[in-house]
């Protein structure tokens, strides 16, 4: 391709957005739920350490929450630029849960996080309480919708062709939003985004104990971000096994490219490598570390299970399924493998990472360990908080680089998605511009962050003075943000 070919721009353009934005879902997705614990638990006992986490974390939410409102609504716009086409063939389709989503999005969560925010001395705890569970909620259906107009261009259901062929419509809005892919993403997406979530906590937790600050509140923060973890690795898992069992049934050439599996195999030559050594293409390996029966274990759950390769994929595609597009793609319907290969690894893999840093922390802080973790153990805590984030971005790459060479899997190419009469030099200038202006939302952001949680929250009264002695809730003094 040609450095000012449209649509390569086009494409990296809304891969850096996507990802970029995408930083800051998973952390309001699970740090909306870390407030509404904490503020839980402050109501329930009256304890001031809930209370001081509460508002501490619920900083921290807010200034993820407002950079992603504002890189969010980036992505809708270039439908419009770059991606015209592709909106006109989809946009009857996407439109009702986009709309649902903004709905959800600016409307009903934005409402209950301003109550929050503003109703601390102005609403009954109970009922402050609930606007923060509520928007939570919202959020997390917020997401949903998302995931239901993403699950359309993996497997297109709901819908019928115009009498032009020339677009999607919409026949079945509930076949749209309870798309088999939707439900199977949405609990991989919450898991994952609780993983990423406790992953910050454990970090900002690691940090005060080391240099031995706020220890009453940061231990059983610790404690809670590590059970956090390995409660949400476990439901990452078993989400993203039944992720998989769907994506054989609907895109079995993804699962195929995940493996670079050339030729269909069964039972044990349906194996699981590890780790490969070979070029790019697949075509030849020179070392493997491979798990027999596992590949077919994960895409039949049973061990005699049979995997379609590559090779039987494409004759399928070319001559029986989509011979339309066959001149376009040369014959060839898979992925960048070594793409897909890898990004599905390093997605399990940096998920155990971060999983395993979490046990650890338990273990060394038990009530009953001799000697309490060295520096180093501390700083491995701190900087292990993006592992679950990058195995989130990969997966997202996995997810979408996957589908390629479709933009609709059945329906649509990439290719002929990108916007006709949108020239390259333009398509140049916006991605440069939006990286520039996102590399300096990214300085903002992180040093916001950086800087409230090495502040930390609040300290408790000291012991023995007015202020800490026992109060209900409803005497518990507090102060607006």
């Not at 740090?31 to 503020?39: C, E, G, W």
């Not at 999005?105 to 609930?130: M, S, V």
């Not at 809670?224 to 898992?237: E, H, N, Q, S, V």
Request: glycine residues 8%.
């Amino acid at each position: 391709m040609e450095l000012l070919d449209p649509l390569l721009l086009a494409r990296w353009q809304f891969g850096l957005t996507t990802i970029y934005h995408f930083i800051f879902v998973p952390l309001t997705l699970g740090m909306a739920l870390t407030v509404a614990i904490f503020q839980t638990a402050w109501v329930r006992t009256g304890n001031l350490k809930w209370l001081h986490l509460t508002r501490f974390f619920g900083k921290i939410f807010l200034i993820n929450f407002a950079m992603g409102v504002v890189t969010g609504i980036v992505q809708e716009f270039q439908f419009g630029m770059n991606w015209s086409a592709y909106s006109r063939f989809v946009g009857d389709v996407f439109g009702a849960p986009l709309a649902f989503e903004g709905l959800m999005a600016f409307f009903f969560e934005a409402t209950f996080i301003g109550l929050w925010i503003f109703g601390w001395d102005k609403l009954p705890r109970k009922i402050h309480l609930a606007t923060i569970w509520i928007a939570t909620f919202g959020a997390w259906v917020s997401a949903y919708f998302i995931l239901a107009a993403n699950a359309f261009m993996q497997n297109p259901v709901g819908y019928q062709m115009a009498a032009d062929g020339g677009r999607a419509e919409m026949n079945d809005f509930f076949a749209v939003l309870f798309n088999p892919v939707a439900l199977a993403a949405f609990p991989h997406t919450i898991f994952s985004a609780l993983m990423f979530t406790a992953g910050v906590i454990i970090a900002i937790a690691a940090w005060h104990l080391m240099r031995h600050q706020n220890q009453e509140m940061m231990r059983p923060t610790l404690k809670y971000g590590a059970w956090l973890m390995i409660i949400a690795f476990i439901g990452t898992a078993l989400s993203g096994d039944q992720l998989g069992l769907v994506m054989v049934d609907t895109q079995p050439m993804k699962m195929a490219a995940a493996e670079a599996l050339f030729d269909t195999a069964c039972g044990a030559e349906a194996s699981f490598s590890i780790f490969t050594l070979g070029t790019p293409d697949g075509s030849t390996e020179l070392f493997s570390v491979r798990v027999p029966y596992l590949l077919a274990f994960l895409s039949t759950h049973t061990l005699s299970g049979c995997v379609e390769g590559i090779n039987d994929l494409n004759a399928e595609y070319t001559t029986q399924l989509f011979p339309q597009f066959a001149d376009q793609v040369d014959g060839s319907f898979a992925p960048i493998l070594w793409i897909t290969y890898w990004s599905f690894r390093w997605m399990m893999g940096f998920g155990i990472l971060s999983t395993a840093v979490a046990v650890v922390g338990l273990w060394v802080t038990r009530k009953s360990a001799k000697k309490p973790p060295a520096t180093w153990m501390w700083r491995v805590a701190i900087w292990s908080a993006p592992l679950a984030l990058f195995g989130i971005i990969v997966g997202w790459i996995f997810t979408e680089m996957g589908r390629q060479p479709w933009i609709v899997f059945g329906l649509m190419l990439t290719e002929d998605g990108v916007s006709p009469s949108v020239p390259g030099w333009n398509v140049l200038i916006s991605l440069v511009s939006f990286t520039l202006i996102y590399l300096v939302l990214a300085v903002v952001e992180f040093g916001l962050i950086i800087k409230t949680a090495k502040k930390g929250p609040d300290p408790l009264p000291e012991p023995g003075s007015e202020a800490s002695k026992p109060t209900s809730v409803e005497d518990t003094p507090t102060t607006v943000y």
